[in-house]
């Protein structure tokens, strides 16, 4: 399958089951078992992020674009906290439930954008890119250009994650392996890190901070890369 078709596939599994999946493991309501121990994972990466920014003491107006925003769970409270935060994602359906939740917490206050634009057309400079857990949709042989281009938006910091590439997680082969019931559709992707702390590397990037979020379901490998 060529990576036109499976961004497609990825675009249209987030603007509909994929949707309604994530949207409640992104949220508050009931979910299954396997379902919380993602939320609360995902919980721990977010926190895990907004303690560093928060230790930096410059949120304040800090331009932030939060690539692959997703229902804004990192976009929204660092909006509350005083950055300028631009959200966008590939999914319609992902942008239009931040935008809502952006309005009922935000109000008035804060200042948060979000656009349907996938990240590869993004422009534009911050100070700071954050693309948490998007890699995962993304193969090998595409990485290099996507962390570049992601790298060029960002002035002083890059904040990624992705699934790590270790021998116990190598069975894992679907998002739908995540979970019960149908809709498999897309397919997950592990990175090493030692390969995308090379690109990064290659981008003038060096590596601040990191962190490991490994709970039953989830496992996310965060890396804060600044130049
Ligand atoms: N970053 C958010 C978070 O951590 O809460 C959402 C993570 S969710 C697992 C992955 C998101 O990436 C989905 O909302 C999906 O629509 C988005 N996505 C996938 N491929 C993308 C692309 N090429 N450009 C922009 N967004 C993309």
């Known amino acids: 399958m060529n990576a036109a078709d499976e961004k497609t596939i990825v675009k249209n599994y987030f603007n509909a089951t994929g949707f309604d999946r994530w949207r409640r493991i992104y949220g508050d309501g009931d979910v299954n078992k396997v379902q919380l121990d993602i939320r609360k ?25 939060d690539a692959g925003c997703g229902v804004g769970s990192l976009s929204i409270p660092l909006a509350q906290m005083g950055a300028t935060v631009y959200g966008s994602d590939i999914s319609e359906k992902m942008v239009g439930e931040a935008y809502r939740r952006a ?5 008035a206050n804060g ?39 992601l790298a060029s938006l960002a002035e002083s910091r890059l904040i990624l994650s992705f699934a790590p590439k270790t021998l116990a997680l190598t069975v894992l082969k679907k998002i739908g392996d995540f979970f019960p019931g149908p809709s498999k559709a897309t397919r997950a992707y592990q990175h090493r890190e030692a390969d995308v702390i090379a690109i990064l590397e290659k981008n003038g990037f060096s590596i601040a901070r990191d962190g490991m979020t490994s709970t ?5 490998r965060l890396l804060e890369a600044v130049r």
Not at 44 to 56: P, R
Not at 103 to 107: I, P
Not at 216 to 220: A, E, R
Request: charged share 20%; proline share 3%.
């Open 216 to 220: 039953s379901f989830y496992y996310s």
């Open 103 to 107: 309005q009922e917490v935000l109000g």
């Open 41 to 65: 994972g995902h919980q721990q990466t977010i926190e895990t992020v907004i303690d560093w920014l928060k230790a930096d003491g410059n949120l304040a107006g800090l331009s932030i674009c």
């Open 111 to 149: 200042s948060a954008s979000f656009t349907a634009q996938d990240l590869e057309s993004l422009g534009g400079r911050y100070h700071t890119v954050t693309c948490l857990d998007v890699l995962i949709h993304y193969p090998e042989d595409k990485m290099p250009e996507m962390i570049s281009h």
